[in-house]
Each structure stands twice: as structure tokens, then as C-alpha cells.
């Protein structure tokens, strides 16, 4: 499995903007090969706000392809809102997962 994660910042206020960008976008759920997307949001800092945006893959193969997919340039397109800071894009090869059953 592979798993990717985005660390948004969020100016202080906005998150509620960010949790309703990401309910309003969809069509990564259709991609070969995507297994789940979670978008959390950490315990507020002082003068901003953090989401965590995971999503995870069967494959490293499936996400690239995903990034080349007309879903993923209709959901980056346009510029990004300007309530956003930076972000900072991570990716994982998953080498032990565990579920409940």
C-alpha cells in the first residue's frame, strides 16, 4: 500500500472553508487503484490552523497515474484560496497496517 499526505496551513478562522472545499470535491474515490481519503484537522496552533489531507493507494503506480487523471486537474485547478499558507506533501510506501475486523 502507499499513502500520501498533504499538511495544509490554514489561516486561523478558515478551516471551516477548507472542510467544505474538500466535502464539495470528489472523484478520487473512482481512480484505479485509490483505497481512502481523510482529511483531519489538528488541535489549533496561536495564529493558525492545521488539516492533514491522507489519502492511501494500492500502489505508488495507481497515485501517479491519479496525478496525471482529469479528477485530480478538476479538483487543483484555478489558483489555490488565499486563506491557504503552504503546504508540504509526504509520501509513504505503508509496510504495516492493522484494522479492526
Not at 25 to 49: C, I, M, N, T, Y
Not at 66 to 89: C, M, N, Q, R, V
Amino acid at each position: 500500500m502507499y499513502a500520501v499526505t498533504n499538511r495544509i496551513k490554514v489561516q486561523k478562522g478558515h478551516g471551516h472553508e477548507m472542510e467544505e472545499t474538500f466535502g464539495k470535491r470528489g472523484g478520487v474515490e473512482k481512480e484505479p487503484g485509490f483505497k481512502s481519503f481523510e482529511l483531519w484537522r489538528q488541535e489549533a496552533e496561536e495564529d493558525h490552523e492545521v488539516y492533514l489531507v491522507v489519502t492511501r493507494w494500492e500502489t505508488k503506480e495507481d497515485f501517479k497515474n491519479w496525478t496525471k487523471s482529469d479528477s485530480f486537474k478538476e479538483a487543483h485547478s484555478g489558483p489555490p484560496p488565499a486563506y491557504i499558507l503552504g503546504g508540504e506533501l509526504s509520501n509513504f510506501e505503508v509496510k504495516i497496517s492493522s484494522e479492526k475486523t
